[in-house]
């Protein structure tokens, strides 16, 4: 068989045979997914500090790629809100694009190609899992602040003010109210009119819905040039070469290479995020079974290759995989459809194009920044959980007034933070027996006896380096201050055992056998067994002290007490009870 037949390597075989069926549907999607990215692309490309052309270059190339290698049948890949801001943040630290466009986009290619890389080998080292350990909480936070940091980028576009580049929030609100004098007002209207054209239409005019972004760039235009045009100093995006995307070979310098190297990482893992997490979601309604790894691999490959066709960064796209699906996608076909019409209007079109004023891409992505604050996750949250809320607070505001890089990566931290102290903190009951003869929590019916020579413990909660302490406190607090004879752990909640845990557990089992009577498990899963086992630590503990379940435990234990008892609690006990 020849590589070329191999399904692994090679995705999209075993949907292609499919695409035969139902050519129709995802041509009628590919035109759905065309007109709906052209206001995308051009919005996009502005966010990230490039020229439009590169907006449509990205959406023409990513997509092909991303559906040829990647899981999902309905993900369309592309230029996105919140990699486009990433992808601005990170370059404006080293170079001015109003000073230097030429150099600003020679690195944005170089930051693509890194990002696609670092995507690519954790999809071959089957990292797919990964984008799981980030809190949602995180996600929701870090985008929400990167809806506002985008809304408040255009002001100096719906205002016609020359904000300087690279202005704080802080910054941008003082500068603003210093000169809002100097506004255009022609331009404000502009901008605000082609807002509330947008706004109106999404949410009154269900048929046109799809294609409010579309038609209130057509009509802002119009306005636009009704109020005067470039004579009332509104200006425009600019003529767009009418060509396909070039071949250019990213400057991929050691010094290059250096430069970028964290902020690529940082870039990998929010594309990742963001396209898995898309991904999902359509899944939950298309059962469609997705490949994390082969995601990981398709959006690597994609930028991969996109860098070279000078193509910035692209990830998942919330509003064009929904609509993908919605206008009745089934299969990738769709997204490769999409790039290639999109080919088309750029070459018969692109004259057109170039009549858009920035005053109206201004009020259109201010609105595309307040549709990335999801507030009805954001109440959830609060209502929920004080923690996640902190998670979510800290990305937001980290966002907002740090470096993206820095406000993703304390959030994930601080995720981090909260998981290990729950997990580090296991709950430890103590049992008895009640009226029923039945084993119970004594916090759950006070009236439950518990043996005088043998304490009975549940553990809820893996043992780990992070969960000794607590462990072990307990332990030494029993040792201490009762005379208990034997312990008995009942150990069907403990997931996993690590080496350190089971390094105490030797020593601790070990101290109580020479001193008192012994430790004993019952239900301990095997793979924790395994690792004592593999460690050399059944040897020193010994392995006549796991039962399969606490009766049996319980009889067995009875048959080694050697001291009268206060009372007869278990059937099993054979020792004279006190008077």
Known sequence: ??????????????????????????????????????????????????????GFYTAMVTPIIAALFGS?????????TAISIVVYSTLIKFINPENDIEGFVSLALVLT??????????????????????????????TAGAGILIAFKQLKHVFGLPVPQGSSILEILQYIFQNISASNWMVFTVAGGTLLIAIVIRTFIKPLRRYYMLI???????????????????????????????????????????LLSSGAMVLALLGLIEAVAIARAIALHTHQRLDGNQEFIG???????????????????????????????????????????????????????????KAAMGGIIVLVGYNLIDFHHIKQVYKASGRELIVLSITLLGTLFFDLEFALLAGILTSFFFYMERTSQPNIAILGMDKDRHLINLERDIEAEECSNLKIVRVDGSLYF????????????LYDADDIQYVLIAA???????????EWLTNEI????????????????????DVMRKGGFLEKMGYNIFYTDKRNAIKEIHDLIDRPCKAKVFDECRIEVLS
Do not use: C
Request: charged share 10%; no cysteine.
């Open 1 to 54: 068989m020849s590589l070329f037949k191999n399904r692994t390597y090679f995705p999209f075989l075993n949907w292609l045979p499919l695409a035969k069926k139902s050519l129709k549907d995802d041509i009628i999607a590919g035109i759905t997914g065309t007109i709906i990215v052209i206001p995308q692309a051009v919005a996009f490309a502005m966010i990230a500090g490039l020229p439009p052309i590169y």
């Open 72 to 80: 999902s049948y309905h993900l369309i890949s592309g230029p996105t």
């Open 113 to 142: 190609f890194l990002a696609g890389f670092f995507q690519w080998v954790m999809g071959l080292l089957r990292m797919g899992r990964l984008v799981n350990f980030v809190s949602h909480s995180v996600v929701i936070g870090f």
């Open 216 to 258: 209130a760039m057509v009509l802002g235009s119009v306005l636009a040039i009704v109020l005067g045009g470039s004579a009332s100093g509104i200006e425009t995006v600019g003529e767009l070469p009418s060509n396909l995307p070039p071949f250019r070979v990213p400057d991929l310098s050691l010094e290059n290479v250096k």
């Open 299 to 357: 959006q690597g490959l994609s930028n991969m290759v996109a860098s070279f066709f000078s193509s910035y960064a692209g990830s998942g796209s919330f509003t064009r995989s929904g609509v993908n699906h919605q206008a009745g996608a089934k299969t990738p076909m769709a997204g490769i459809f999409a790039s290639i019409f999109l080919m088309a209007v750029l070459l018969i079109f692109a004259n057109y194009a170039s009549y858009l004023p």
């Open 466 to 477: 992070g969960s000794i302490e607590k462990i072990a406190n307990y332990f030494s607090e």
């Open 492 to 502: 069907d909640g403990i997931n996993f055992i690590d080496l350190a845990a089971a």
């Open 510 to 529: 070990v101290k109580w056998q020479k001193n008192r009577g012994g430790i004993f498990f019952s239900g301990l899963k095997r793979v924790s067994q």
